[in-house]
């Protein structure tokens, strides 16, 4: 059982991170055009919390996560919901070949940093989305690795200017930053904020990037 497996049970009990999955998907609604035909993919969706805040202004939202046990929950919260065009995908994109559908729109929150290969996921979005399609990724600013503390084998974080110049080298132009949020957490050292992004681009090989 994985870590997020054992704590998928229990994920939806925490208002901040509830109130936070809704902070993001208000700040997506802002800044990237959501209408009835447009088609989500959520990597790293967890129990969909932010999927589920986003459905109501597309047409569907695949809901992909590698974690069967998050799944599980998802599943049992879409049955009871009532709500159609939500689709649970297992998938990980280091290692599963990409599923056969194309998106208007990739999102994510707080998953780039747990992948170590930022470049290869960037290059895996832009393969799933259409002409014109855009990313919306949601992550934390560089920080001294107390987010997670000691053990942890991923990002601390991403320098905003460095992360948007990889995502112009995986084909997307128009890359823009905006912090969403301020979290608080405790950490070893005491009671931190770390600052939320959320980054914005469009595939279209052929826009000019100003």
């Given at each position: 059982m994985s870590e997020f497996d054992a704590k998928a049970a229990t994920w939806d009990d925490d208002p901040e991170r509830v109130e936070r999955a809704k902070a993001v998907a208000d700040a997506i609604r802002a800044a990237v055009p959501l209408t009835a035909a447009t088609a989500v993919f959520e990597y790293g969706c967890g129990t969909g919390l932010l999927g589920f805040?986003?459905?109501p202004h597309a047409a569907?939202?695949?809901?992909a996560d590698s974690s069967a046990g998050m799944l599980e929950v998802l599943e049992r919260k879409i049955l009871a919901s009532g709500m159609t065009g939500l689709r649970p995908l297992r998938l990980d994109l280091a290692t599963d070949p990409l599923p056969p559908d194309r998106y208007d729109l990739a999102v994510s929150l707080l998953v780039l940093h747990h992948v170590p290969d930022t470049a290869g996921l960037l290059s895996s979005f832009h393969a799933?989305?259409?002409e014109g399609g855009r990313i919306a990724l949601a992550d934390l600013d560089a920080e001294d690795g107390s987010f997670h503390g000691p053990g942890f084998e991923g990002h601390h974080g991403f320098d905003r200017e460095s992360l948007g110049r990889l995502a112009r080298l995986n084909g997307f132009t128009r890359v823009r930053f905006e912090t969403v949020?301020?979290?608080e957490k405790r950490t070893?050292?005491?009671l931190k904020v770390f600052p939320l992004f959320l980054m914005t681009a469009v595939r279209s090989p052929d826009a000019a990037d100003p």
């Open positions: 805040n986003l459905k569907s939202v695949t809901l799933l989305l259409r949020l301020r979290m070893a050292s005491g």
